[in-house]
């Protein structure tokens, strides 16, 4: 009774919370998909362009599908859930317990009955969130990014006959239990793509009828395209059940409204999570910014470079013109220059020429002056040159004639002097062994034959000078 009494006072207590938040926090009435899920919990942002949602739960033993019951469908088990955010949190996306957050939801875009896997034996059955790394492929069914095994403390366990029960979370093994019946069941997944649709078979059908020995209507699935249709209904039809597929277009544009809400940045806190591993649709979304930044930074330095290549084409090609411009005046330089150095040339031959005339002209004027000169002039110049030719000729015979008389006068002159010179030398001997005082003798001796000498030389030059008189 007390049971009853405390699970009773919850779910009063629940309902009440979520009223207060649909009055402190604005209900957005044109909300799709993330904007519905606002006003029940915060989002969180995990890593860049990875946002996560947390309920705002105020009970510590709260759980994903906990709160609900099963029902048999067209698309296999669905988990109808009495939360007014479990329209979406229990079809789409991955529920992932982290130690600082807690339960957090990450956001995907395909729809299931309900993203659980399975256990069970003859007596339980048991069920648990899929976590994130938890993908579905059409033909492979769920498959796992990363080796990831839910804790034992995340399972929902009840008697098989209770699994179909309005109000199942009643009926959940105590937690000392839990521990005893997970280790006597087997695991199972049975996911499957029909019809464009995801089918959770999970336990047979027939193995679940025949323990709970009661004949388990299939309800009927109503899908509509908006959830506020389903939370506004208070009572819910035994034989239909509406669920929501979202459009995905309406869901890209609807992830717009996270902006505006208000998103926990605790950068410093890391997840528990390895979003690396993660493939859903949240992280698809992050890979998609981040392949098309990719894809602007490529465009960017796309044209960049393509800006780099036509400044360096423009470059290159003013460059061109410039070296162009600069061969094409160059060339003309070039040509003015040759031109003037032709036209110099012309001017210097025309001078040489010129001046040659002007030689040849003064030197025929010269010849003429020469051939004008006076005769009388030419007659003194032919007699000053007759006239000293004459005196050569008379210097060259008088030097002849003088070489002659020397020849002839000279010995005799000699001959004349050394035979004065024996006779004054035998003298002088001869008063030398006469007188005994001969030195001072000999001085006077010595005086009187120089000037015996000079004498002599004195005759001889009056010779000479008489020879030529003579002549």
């Known amino acids: 009774m007390k049971k009853i009494i405390f699970i009773v006072a919850t779910l009063t207590f629940v309902t009440l919370y979520s009223e207060t938040l649909r009055a402190n926090k604005p209900y957005h009435l044109d909300?799709?998909?993330?904007?519905?899920?606002t006003p029940y919990g915060t989002w969180i942002l995990l890593d860049h362009g990875v946002y996560a949602w947390r309920p705002t739960i105020i009970v510590k033993t709260w759980a994903p599908y906990k709160i609900g019951r099963w029902v048999w469908t067209d698309y296999g088990w669905y988990w109808d859930s009495y939360e007014p955010f479990g329209v979406i949190v229990y079809h789409y996306g991955r529920w992932h317990y982290d130690d600082y957050y807690g339960w957090i939801w990450i956001p995907d875009y395909e729809w299931a009955p309900a993203w659980v896997e399975w256990r069970y034996d003859d007596d339980y059955i048991g069920w648990a969130p899929l976590p994130p790394y938890a993908v579905f492929k059409p033909y492979y069914g769920?498959?796992?990014?990363?080796?990831?095994?839910?804790?034992?403390?995340?399972?929902h366990y009840v008697k098989i006959k209770y699994f179909c029960k309005p109000y199942v979370y009643k009926y959940y093994v105590p937690e000392k239990v839990k521990y005893r019946v997970h280790q006597n069941t087997k695991y199972r997944n049975e996911y499957r793509y029909s019809n464009g649709r995801v089918i959770n078979q999970g336990v047979e059908y027939?193995?679940?009828?025949?323990?709970?020995?009661d004949n388990i209507q299939k309800r009927e699935l109503t899908i509509v395209d908006n959830p506020r249709i389903i939370n506004e209904k208070s009572d819910r039809d035994k034989?239909?059940?509406?669920?929501?597929?979202a459009d995905r277009d309406k869901i890209l544009k609807d992830r717009e409204t996270i902006r505006n809400a208000e998103i926990i940045r605790e950068n410093k806190i890391k997840p528990s999570i390895e979003l690396s591993r993660v493939e859903l649709a949240e992280t698809r979304y992050k890979n998609e910014i981040s392949r098309k930044d990719d894809r602007e930074n490529s465009e960017r330095e796309d044209t960049?470079?393509?800006?780099?290549?036509?400044?360096i084409q423009s470059r290159d090609d003013n460059r061109k013109d410039f070296e162009r411009n600069n061969y094409d005046k160059k060339e003309d330089d070039r040509i003015i220059f040759n031109s003037q150095e032709n036209d110099r040339i012309k001017s210097e031959r025309k001078?040489?020429?010129r001046n040659k005339f002007q030689i040849f002209s003064n030197k025929n004027s010269r010849e003429d002056s020469d051939d004008n000169l006076n005769k009388k002039e030419r007659d003194d110049f032919n007699t000053r040159e007759r006239s000293l030719i004459e005196n050569f000729q008379f210097k060259q015979e008088r030097n002849e004639i003088e070489k002659r008389d020397n020849n002839r006068i000279i010995p005799r002159i000699d001959d004349r002097r050394d035979s004065r010179d024996d006779r004054r030398r035998n003298d002088r001997n001869e008063n030398l062994n006469r007188e005994p005082n001969s030195g001072f003798k000999f001085q006077q001796?010595?005086?009187?034959r120089n000037r015996e000498n000079i004498d002599n030389s004195r005759d001889r030059n009056q010779i000479i000078e008489r020879e030529e008189r003579n002549r």
């Open 206 to 213: 027939d193995f679940i009828r025949k323990r709970t020995n």
């Open 351 to 353: 001078e040489n020429q």
């Open 239 to 245: 034989n239909r059940i509406e669920t929501f597929i």
């Open 304 to 311: 960049k470079l393509s800006r780099r290549v036509s400044d």
């Open 445 to 448: 001796r010595n005086e009187q």
């Open 142 to 155: 769920v498959i796992y990014t990363y080796s990831y095994a839910v804790p034992v403390i995340h399972w």
């Open 31 to 37: 909300g799709y998909f993330y904007s519905c899920l």
